[in-house]
Each structure stands twice: as C-alpha cells, then as structure tokens.
C-alpha cells in the first residue's frame, strides 16, 4: 500500500459527459501528479500540483482541468469524454515539489461508452 | 516529446532464470526510476538512481544508471513466479526550466516466469 488513494476503482460513463476523479496523496506529501494509462500510449504525465499550484504541465487535454485543495486531496476533471479518454487513471505524490520518487496509487479506471 | 526505448517488450522465462531489460534515451536524464505494475495495479517503485555510473540493489534486483546518462538497465536474479507483472523504466529529463517534476516512462516489460 503506498499511501495513496483514489476514488473511485472503476467509472463507467457515455460519451460528452463529465467525470471527477478524486486523489488524496500520502500524508505529507504536498505534490500531486497525475498520469493516463492507454493501452497503446503507456503512461503519460498530465499535470503536477504542488501545495495548492500548478507546477508542471504535459500533454493534457483543453477538456480536462484539475486542482488541489487546501487539504492537499486532488481531483481530475475530465468534460465532453470521447471514446479515447478510456484508460487507467493514475496519481502519484511525493513531498517537495521537485521529488522523483513517485508513489502511485491503485488507478481509476474510465470507461467511455 | 521525450521518449524512452525499453526492451524488450516481453520476455518468457524459466522461475530462477536471470532477466536484464533496459532502457535507452536520446536525451540526458538526470533520474532514473523503476517500476513494477501488476494488473489493475498502480506502479510500484523499485529503485531510484541519481548519479551516472550508480549501481543499486533491491533485494535480487539491480539496476544501474548508465555513464552516459541515457541509459539505464534493470536486472532480476533467480526470478520467482511473483516477478510477474510489467517493468517500467522512467526518468526525469534535463530541462529548461526548473520548476516541477515530471516522469517519462518507457512502454514496459511484460515479465513471464513459468514455474
């Protein structure tokens, strides 16, 4: 168990709807990062969250936002989903802000129909 | 983007065989990490690397972070049935700026050991 959990484990939703995908990092950890899963795209860094503040951004979608709250807990909002956004969830947290060492939780897994 | 070229991408072996996969970069990397995911798991973190030429181990594995900075390898001695599962390399690239950090991951090992 690293720590970190996710809600929620599985999500089945249709096509142009709108998802919240939660995230509380390890206890005291003040970064959060998450991270797309597809079957023929590996893992994709999306956005990193540290104390509040977006810090890093990769190839996330325009229809996709996320945040973190006051007490550190993250969520992942993903709009107008397409068949293409199934794939495994994941975030991860470290401490600082600039730390490798990820620890990942168990994923949620979206399923677009 | 970045990306990383791990192999192999699957690998069949017999339980206390030796398995060596890595993974290679065209641009320096200052981090080198490996994971393991089992199915409907998230990435397990094995080893992290931080300097050129480091060699560390976890147990039976090993794993160095190459001279060059763009490679890394991972090796797995006596293997057991419980090795099963994916390997993924992933490192932190050298960049411009300095805020933040990010992964790029390599696209997996598919670990098969077979009693």
């Known amino acids: 168990d690293s720590g970190v959990t996710q809600t929620p484990k599985h999500l089945i939703t249709a096509t142009g709807q709108r998802v919240t995908l939660r995230c509380s990092p390890r206890?005291?950890?003040?970064?959060v990062y998450w991270y797309q899963q597809s079957l023929d795209q590996g893992l994709q860094f999306l956005i990193q969250?540290?104390?509040?503040?977006?810090?890093a951004k990769g190839n996330i979608l325009e229809r996709f936002s996320a945040q973190q709250f006051p007490d550190l807990h993250s969520e992942l909002n993903l709009s107008s989903l397409e068949l293409g956004d199934s794939a495994l969830y994941f975030c991860?947290?470290?401490?600082?802000?600039?730390?490798?060492?990820?620890?990942f939780g168990p994923g949620t897994r979206l399923t677009v129909t | 983007g970045q990306q990383l070229n791990q192999s192999p991408q699957s690998m069949f072996i017999q339980e206390g065989e030796d398995v060596s996969m890595n993974c290679t970069s065209s641009?320096?990397?200052?981090?080198w990490l490996w994971y393991k995911q089992d199915p409907g798991e998230g990435p397990v973190l094995l080893i992290a690397?931080?300097?050129?030429?480091e060699l560390t181990s976890n147990g039976r594995l090993t794993a160095q972070f190459g001279i060059t900075r763009k490679d890394s390898f991972l090796n797995i001695s006596a293997s057991i049935p419980s090795d099963v599962g994916i390997y993924f390399c992933?490192?932190?690239?050298?960049?411009?700026?300095?805020?933040?950090?990010?992964?790029?991951f390599g696209e997996g090992t598919q670990l098969t050991v077979n009693p």
């Open positions: 641009s320096i990397f200052n981090t």
């Open positions: 690397l931080y300097k050129a030429g």
């Open positions: 206890s005291g950890d003040l970064s």
């Open positions: 992933a490192g932190n690239p050298i960049r411009k700026e300095t805020s933040g950090s990010r992964l790029t």
């Open positions: 969250y540290y104390n509040g503040e977006e810090r």
């Open positions: 991860a947290s470290t401490e600082g802000s600039g730390g490798y060492e990820q620890y």
